[in-house]
């Protein structure tokens, strides 16, 4: 695995700089087949991102854009990863349409997710059993070690073969539909993006601290714990672009 840590003086260039690298990983992909993949998170972080991204010329029709996790609340609501990412980018930019896989939230959890397998299945013309190969999957880290809807203690943390489920999130008393391991192992490049002094200690923790996927699931794909095979760990590219607040205790 190929792990890189850039750190930056403020939120803001961080997460500019995470929209440039990821940019530059989309052009190559399209430049090799034609087009690109794409996995966002959502949060408060990528904002500054989303909005280099809507300020950027870039061949947007190129890109298929699915979402990493998303919260089980309409599309329209203030919580909504996608209406984050729509409002500051995708509708500014004028992204097609008919390249936005978003999670259709609005039909409850279960139903969600299996709306939302299907689309990835159909969009990757994969096969039951199958995993999709994002080119790109963007990845954020919870204060309390969580990635994507993936949160400490969570059972799916062990599955390897399930593309995406509805979890119940217990600390704050909400489904959430997310990605699971296997997707996220499967990535040959993962941009984390990292912000905040409420993420220090977590951060040392992930980076340097013991390997520990229950306790710390933002471990998954960032860190080698045997998962998958060597020569897809030999490939993986895994970058973190982090604030000095978040790199304070590195």
């Known amino acids: 695995?190929?792990?890189?840590?850039?750190?930056?003086?403020?939120?803001?260039?961080?997460?500019?700089?995470?929209?440039?690298?990821?940019?530059?990983?989309?052009?190559?992909?399209?430049?090799?087949?034609?087009?690109?993949?794409?996995?966002?998170?959502?949060?408060?972080?990528?904002?500054?991102?989303?909005?280099?991204?809507?300020?950027?010329?870039?061949?947007?029709?190129?890109?298929?854009?699915?979402?990493?996790?998303?919260?089980?609340?309409?599309?329209?609501?203030?919580?909504?990863?996608?209406?984050?990412?729509?409002?500051?980018?995708?509708?500014?930019?004028?992204?097609?349409?008919?390249?936005?896989?978003?999670?259709?939230?609005?039909?409850?959890?279960?139903?969600a997710a299996e709306r939302y397998v299907q689309e990835i299945r159909t969009c990757f013309g994969i096969a039951e059993g199958e995993l999709?190969?994002?080119?790109?999957?963007?990845?954020?880290?919870?204060?309390?070690?969580?990635?994507?809807?993936?949160?400490?203690?969570?059972?799916?943390?062990?599955?390897?073969?399930g593309i995406a489920a509805a979890v119940w999130v217990e600390k704050f008393q909400q489904w959430r539909v997310t990605l699971l391991p296997g997707v996220l192992l499967a990535a040959p490049h993962t941009a984390m993006l990292v912000t905040g002094a409420d993420k220090a200690p977590v951060l040392r923790e992930v980076l340097q601290g013991p390997g520990d996927l229950s306790r710390l699931p933002a471990q998954i794909a960032t860190r080698d714990h045997g998962e998958a095979a060597r020569d897809d760990v030999d490939r993986r590219e895994v970058t973190w672009f982090v604030d000095a607040a978040a790199a304070a205790e590195l």
Not at 33 to 55: D, E, V, Y
Not at 72 to 78: E, K, L, M, Q, S
Not at 138 to 158: K, M, N, Q, V, Y
Request: aromatic content about 8%; overall charge neutral; glycine content about 8%.
């Open 132 to 161: 999709p190969r994002f080119d790109v999957i963007h990845r954020g880290l919870g204060p309390d070690g969580h990635t994507a809807s993936l949160f400490p203690g969570e059972p799916l943390i062990d599955d390897r073969s």
């Open 1 to 111: 695995m190929n792990s890189q840590i850039l750190s930056y003086p403020d939120a803001v260039r961080a997460a500019e700089a995470c929209a440039g690298h990821i940019l530059g990983l989309l052009r190559s992909a399209i430049e090799t087949s034609g087009q690109a993949t794409l996995a966002i998170s959502g949060g408060s972080s990528p904002k500054p991102m989303f909005a280099a991204w809507a300020r950027a010329k870039f061949p947007w029709e190129r890109v298929q854009l699915f979402w990493v996790d998303e919260r089980v609340v309409p599309p329209t609501g203030a919580r909504s990863n996608f209406k984050l990412a729509n409002d500051t980018w995708l509708g500014p930019a004028k992204f097609p349409l008919a390249n936005i896989h978003r999670v259709l939230a609005e039909l409850g959890p279960a139903s």
